[in-house]
């Protein structure tokens, strides 16, 4: 009878044994891939949002065409509002034609460029301003041009306002004018990029005019 209860204490000792081994080695194995789950699905989230942080911090390219008339002024103005974020580099392009002389610097060109930079400056300490002097015999090629060779994602241009009798006259003439109606119709109709042309509304009414390949004189209050 000794040995006999000698040994069903040794056996119930060792099926006790063996079954806490066993359950402790069936949660260890279950609590490991959560472990390794919740690793994993944090550095997807942080190489998702430095991404993200990545594309943000690069920007975009603006072109703003400069001119020594009030409606450049304009719608850089109207660029600096409502179109160019801070992280943007703003391009401010001069086209002037070809000098006859050899000439290093053309002064005249890079006055209104300084001047338009000047009210970036103001304006949007922050933003990122790049000046472009080019010569060229036509305006409009000359703009969609650079805009193509710099990458620009938008173009935005100043437009004055125009009598009824040219705009009547631009209706008879049609594709028969090469532009279609001038420089700024011109690269509307044939830049590859986004392409705006701005004008200011009345002083008694207030706002914009914008005007786009598929929109004329879209009103925008601001």
Known sequence: MGRTSTRLTSFCRSRVATRVRARSQRIESKSRPSMVDTKSFSNVGKASSNATKQVA?????IMIVAESRPEAKGALQWALSHAVQSNDT???LNVVKPAKHVVAVNPKGFE???????ICESRRPEVKVELCLREGTERGPAIIDEARKQGVSLLVLGQ??????WRLLMMWAGD???GGGGVVEYCIQNASCMTLAVRRKSKRSGGYLITTKRHKDFWLLA
């Open 57 to 61: 911090a690069v920007g975009r390219k």
């Open 112 to 118: 209104c460029l300084y001047a338009m930079k000047s």
């Open 90 to 92: 703003v391009v401010l």
């Open 176 to 178: 028969r004018i090469r």
């Open 160 to 165: 004055k306002k125009q009598s009824v009798t």
